[in-house]
């Protein structure tokens, strides 16, 4: 059976407040596109996959794979270079990440970005080796809400889905831990308010607020539901 308890971390809005960024750089290749992005669009779709998008909301549905892909990779190097200028860490991130690993749980990030993303993030929060899994959109076919990205985080981890608590800042991200079967903390970070994080189990405006103790106590509720 497996019973170590854990904790995945969406990356964007979670890891980084990284809102800015990537409706920046969304603009950027739409405009490039001819097309306009606006922060309604944005807001919708945030937590599914740049593939997705590419194609459901650029219009490039019937669009070589190769197109997508070029298209993809432009919009994530202006993410990596926005980034990389004045890195968004959230507030109180190292201190949790520290706090959760000290209290024994495993730690996992699942992220519908690319790798690179991923990779950046981790070496800028210099805490790579206190993760043991990463899934990354590159990982899976279908981004959140599909359970996919938490699920392979889990198996990787070897944590049962029942034993682990996601913390993330979108509705689909949201919707993805819960059907999941895990247990969904919402964190009400830039361009997010607390009721559009109403499914989950708890909401916090900020890292700062969450510890082990009370994602302890949010996984043995949720137990409880679901039992």
Request: with cysteine; hydrophobic share 45%.
């Amino acid at each position: 059976m497996q019973t170590a308890k854990a904790v995945i971390f969406d990356m964007d809005g979670v890891l980084i407040d990284s809102y800015h960024a990537h409706f920046e750089s969304w603009r950027i290749v739409a405009a490039e596109e001819g097309i306009d992005f606006s922060r309604d669009v944005f807001d919708r779709t945030f937590g599914r996959t740049s593939r997705e998008i590419i194609q459901d909301v650029l219009g490039h549905r019937a669009a070589p794979p190769e197109r997508v892909a070029s298209l993809d990779a432009r919009k994530e190097a202006a993410y990596r270079e926005i980034i990389s200028r004045d890195f968004p860490a959230m507030p109180g991130v190292g201190e949790l990440i520290d706090a959760l690993a000290s209290a024994g749980f495993k730690l996992a990030i699942g992220s519908s970005g690319p790798p690179e993303n991923v990779a950046l993030v981790l070496s800028r929060l210099q805490r790579e080796r206190l993760f043991s899994a990463v899934v990354s959109g590159a990982d899976v076919v279908r981004g959140k809400p599909d359970p996919a990205i938490f699920l392979l985080a889990a198996q990787r981890m070897g944590a049962a889905p029942e034993r682990c608590a996601v913390i993330e800042d979108a509705p689909l991200g949201i919707a993805a831990a819960r059907a999941a079967g895990m247990a969904a903390i919402g964190l009400a970070s830039t361009g997010r308010r607390r009721e559009q994080l109403a499914a989950a189990d708890a909401v916090f405006d900020s890292l700062i607020e969450i510890t082990p103790e009370i994602i302890e106590r949010i996984l043995s509720a949720t137990a409880q539901r679901n039992n």
